[in-house]
């Protein structure tokens, strides 16, 4: 009944730690600034704790179990030990009286020997009435007939004993051997018992570690977002102004195949400086620029695309801030007051963009005479 109510209350206590487990993803995942990679980290640890916690909740009712068969062997020894115990103090008791029958047998042998047969009448006409008369006659009946049975029968009773105890020895025997060998399972299960507990606990430790590792990311996250706002809407506010360094923006080519060319060095070095926000780095690779702000670990990578004829967008394909993997949605909220935007109106004056490529170092892109 105890052992009953004992599995039904652990296995209500399961149920609401994983409530509570599922219930905590929920809160932390529900913010924004949330990656799939920060999900699945914790989801992940939260299932192998809802996995040990099966486990564990299977591994209790596996040693109730065997705990109950071990003490039914341990009954069952205490049983042959306690007939042992009773046939030991027979055999002790038969002993005793076949030890002394031998004894009276002996010493009756030896007086009826040393007075040879006229004793044997004199022992019984000495008798001082018929009842001491009969007495004296079955002994001495008993001398002579049955002495050779009664020790036989002494002596097989005693055997039968011997045999009795020996089954029951055998017996004691094989089932400590059989205890010894279920107490060492027993044993390695409650050690697996423990191992899995131990697991739990370094998982929540881990858990609690990684959800306030989150809850740091996200308050890291809400500060940047208006940071990276202004970061932007200041580096646009820069590049319209059109203060480009000499021979940042090259052209060549005739008045209706115009190309050119402008380097992430000349982007970087047009946006360094004391803006009161952090600093802004560009690279150019081939089919990629990269966007960095070194000071809040962030990384964004993407292209440029033409924007009304006259301008750069920067679309991100992919990012990350302070290690972790942005998703698309999160990426989203940066840009959410205005996209970061390159304008080369001032430079190009009545031409516009066709195309635009980045290679290792520059943007390369083509002009023509706006309509």
Same mark, same amino acid.
């Given at each position: 009944?105890?052992?009953?109510?004992?599995?039904?209350?652990?296995?209500?206590?399961?149920? /609401?730690?994983? +409530?509570?487990? &599922?219930?905590?993803?929920?809160?932390?995942?529900?913010?924004?600034? *949330?990656?799939?990679?920060?999900?699945?980290? @914790? $989801?992940?640890?939260?299932?192998?704790?809802?996995e040990i916690l099966q486990k564990l909740f299977a591994q209790e009712q596996k040693i109730a179990a065997m705990g109950e068969e071990a003490e039914r062997m341990a009954g069952e020894i205490e049983t042959v030990n306690g007939r042992i115990t009773a046939l030991q103090k027979s055999m002790a008791e038969e002993?005793?009286?076949?030890?002394?029958?031998?004894?009276?047998? #002996?010493?009756?042998?030896?007086?009826?020997?040393?007075?040879?047969?006229?004793?044997?009448?004199?022992?019984?006409?000495?008798?001082?009435? @018929?009842?001491?008369?009969?007495?004296?006659?079955?002994?001495?009946?008993?001398?002579?007939?049955?002495?050779?049975? %009664?020790?036989?029968?002494? =002596?097989?009773? #005693?055997? =039968? =004993?011997?045999?009795? #105890? $020996? #089954?029951?020895? !055998?017996?004691?025997?094989?089932?400590?051997s059989k205890q010894d060998r279920y107490n060492e399972l027993l044993a390695n299960e409650k050690q697996l018992q423990k191992d899995l507990a131990d697991e739990l606990a370094a998982l929540a430790a881990e858990r609690e570690n990684y959800q306030k590792y989150l809850a740091d990311l996200h308050n890291k996250? &809400?500060?940047?977002?208006?940071?990276?706002?202004?970061?932007?809407?200041? +580096?646009?506010?820069? /590049?319209?102004?059109? &203060?480009?360094?000499?021979?940042? +923006? $090259?052209?060549?080519?005739?008045?209706?195949?115009?190309?050119?060319?402008?380097?992430? $060095?000349?982007?970087?070095?047009?946006?360094?400086?004391?803006?009161?926000?952090?600093?802004?780095?560009?690279?150019?690779?081939?089919?990629?620029?990269?966007?960095?702000?070194?000071?809040?670990? %962030?990384?964004?990578?993407?292209?440029?695309? /033409?924007?009304?004829? *006259?301008?750069?967008?920067?679309?991100?394909?992919?990012?990350?801030?302070?290690?972790?993997?942005?998703?698309?949605?999160?990426?989203?909220?940066?840009?959410? !007051?205005?996209?970061?935007?390159? &304008?080369?109106?001032?430079?190009?004056?009545?031409?516009?963009?066709?195309?635009?490529?980045?290679?290792?170092?520059?943007?390369?892109?083509? /002009?023509?005479?706006?309509?």
């Amino acid at each position: 009944m105890l052992k009953g109510r004992w599995q039904e209350q652990f296995l209500i206590a399961f149920v /609401i730690f994983v +409530f509570l487990l &599922n219930y905590s993803v929920t809160q932390v995942f529900g913010q924004n600034g *949330s990656t799939p990679e920060s999900k699945g980290k @914790l $989801q992940k640890i939260i299932n192998l704790q809802s996995e040990i916690l099966q486990k564990l909740f299977a591994q209790e009712q596996k040693i109730a179990a065997m705990g109950e068969e071990a003490e039914r062997m341990a009954g069952e020894i205490e049983t042959v030990n306690g007939r042992i115990t009773a046939l030991q103090k027979s055999m002790a008791e038969e002993e005793a009286t076949y030890a002394k029958k031998k004894e009276d047998l #002996k010493l009756v042998l030896r007086s009826y020997q040393r007075m040879g047969t006229g004793s044997y009448l004199e022992i019984i006409l000495e008798s001082k009435d @018929l009842t001491d008369f009969l007495r004296r006659l079955n002994v001495l009946r008993d001398i002579t007939k049955n002495t050779g049975k %009664l020790i036989e029968r002494l =002596q097989s009773s #005693k055997e =039968q =004993q011997a045999a009795v #105890k $020996q #089954k029951l020895t !055998d017996e004691l025997t094989r089932l400590r051997s059989k205890q010894d060998r279920y107490n060492e399972l027993l044993a390695n299960e409650k050690q697996l018992q423990k191992d899995l507990a131990d697991e739990l606990a370094a998982l929540a430790a881990e858990r609690e570690n990684y959800q306030k590792y989150l809850a740091d990311l996200h308050n890291k996250w &809400n500060e940047f977002k208006p940071v990276f706002a202004g970061a932007v809407e200041e +580096f646009t506010s820069r /590049i319209a102004k059109g &203060n480009l360094p000499p021979g940042a +923006f $090259q052209l060549s080519g005739g008045i209706f195949n115009i190309k050119g060319s402008f380097t992430d $060095q000349a982007l970087n070095k047009m946006i360094t400086g004391d803006t009161g926000f952090p600093q802004i780095i560009f690279k150019f690779r081939p089919g990629n620029v990269e966007m960095t702000m070194p000071e809040k670990n %962030l990384v964004l990578n993407g292209i440029f695309m /033409i924007h009304e004829g *006259s301008a750069l967008k920067f679309e991100v394909r992919e990012g990350s801030f302070q290690g972790i993997p942005l998703e698309k949605e999160v990426v989203s909220e940066l840009f959410r !007051d205005g996209d970061l935007i390159i &304008n080369f109106k001032p430079m190009l004056g009545g031409y516009i963009l066709k195309s635009v490529e980045t290679m290792d170092g520059y943007l390369q892109f083509s /002009i023509s005479p706006g309509l």
